[in-house]
């Protein structure tokens, strides 16, 4: 199979052979714009009856070749996440979301019924059944998307990047459910993720994409050379560990002999710099945030509660939390994006809500979740 797009010079995909058996997970792995997307998407057939563009050589999903079955014709047998829930959402409530794709099909309503029940349970999403999907955050609208795919049931499972957006125990829950999933139904799923130390080593094979060609094999043996790697395989290849790491229980078994030369050297010393000191024309306040009895929500829902934060200049602070507690909410108020409900936000000394143009701009920078916004 080879993709080339409407006024490109070569093409994205270039004579890739591949065949995926039932049952299988599968991660696809590359670079940023290496074509893992447009891989996915010859799976359902939006390549090329969606996106465009010339498709030579031959897909066939489930026995059906894509050339002659759009993805309307695909829609029972193959689930598709997209890289942006958002853009696929067709309904305006998660349950409604839901239960869209099995309108389509013409399931029986009971069946609907029981469905959208098991998967706001398998995926967390009891609370949100009612929530409109424009106020759920990115990594609830994810969950959102991958619960209205498996409504449908289908034999085939596609994916691109179906855990980007969530936090860690979020996204340890749903790979935990396409692995039972695959396991215990047999649907094979295909998955493009870039945080590969969460998922390499629940894969059957890897297909590695790399300047328009494909290459797949065992996620051991793809590692060794895969362009993009976990930070355990990282580790592996600089000990020269065979076979490679997949995960930290396969690291720590490996490392008994480096355990052993290490322990006879002195342990790293670690220098905290210092924060640089503002030149003395420069405002002392400069690079400082302040935040004080912040409180911040939605309508009547409530999500900050007296936040007291204190960042100094030159610091690097991490911000966690698990999707929907409001994270997105802290940073848009510290950027001047939204005002508090109470308590005060200083950004350099400033508050951001009284700067405007260049000032603003000048004093904080944000960048957004999604980066259309």
Not at 5 to 24: F, K, S
Not at 133 to 162: F, M, N
Not at 317 to 324: E, I
Not at 357 to 367: A, E, K, W
Request: proline share 9%.
């Amino acid at each position: 199979v080879s993709v080339t797009y409407d006024g490109a010079d070569r093409p994205t995909l270039h004579r890739v052979n591949l065949d995926i058996p039932e049952g299988e997970l599968v991660l696809v792995v590359g670079e940023t714009g290496s074509g893992k997307s447009t891989l996915l998407r010859c799976l359902n057939g939006l390549v090329p009856h969606f996106t465009g563009g010339t498709l030579s050589g031959r897909v066939t999903v489930a026995g059906r070749d894509t050339r002659t079955h759009p993805p309307r014709e695909l829609a029972d047998v193959v689930g598709m996440v997209g890289q942006d829930p958002l853009a696929g959402f067709v309904a305006e409530i998660v349950e409604d979301e839901l239960a869209y794709g099995m309108e389509c099909l013409g399931i029986p309503p009971e069946t609907m019924r029981r469905r959208v029940e098991e998967t706001l349970d398998l995926l967390g999403l009891a609370d949100l059944r009612n929530r409109p999907l424009t106020a759920l955050s990115g990594g609830q609208r994810q969950r959102v998307a991958i619960g209205a795919a498996l409504t449908s049931h289908p034999r085939i499972l596609v994916l691109d990047e179906p855990t980007s957006a969530l936090d860690p125990g979020a996204a340890e829950e749903v790979l935990a459910a396409l692995q039972r999933l695959v396991h215990d139904l047999g649907i094979t799923v295909v998955m493009a993720e870039h945080r590969l130390e969460r998922v390499v080593q629940y894969a059957d094979q890897v297909l590695v994409v790399s300047g328009g060609q494909v290459t797949t094999g065992a996620p051991a043996t793809m590692m060794a050379g895969a362009p993009v790697a976990p930070p355990v395989v990282e580790l592996g290849r600089l000990a020269g560990w065979d076979p490679l790491p997949l995960s930290v229980r396969d690291a720590r078994r490996a490392a008994g002999p480096l355990r052993a030369q290490l322990r006879a050297l002195p342990p790293p010393v670690h220098l905290t710099p210092a924060a640089p000191e503002p030149s003395p024309t420069e405002d002392p306040e400069s690079g400082r945030i302040r935040v004080r009895k912040l409180r911040a929500g939605y309508r009547s829902v409530p999500v900050l509660r007296e936040v007291d934060l204190a960042v100094e200049r030159g610091e690097v602070l991490a911000l966690m939390g698990r999707n929907g507690v409001g994270k997105s909410t802290l940073l848009s108020v510290m950027a001047g994006m939204r005002a508090p409900d109470a308590g005060t936000v200083r950004m350099g000394g400033a508050d951001p809500l009284t700067l405007k143009g260049h000032t603003l701009l000048s004093t904080v920078g944000l960048v957004p979740q999604e980066p259309e916004d």
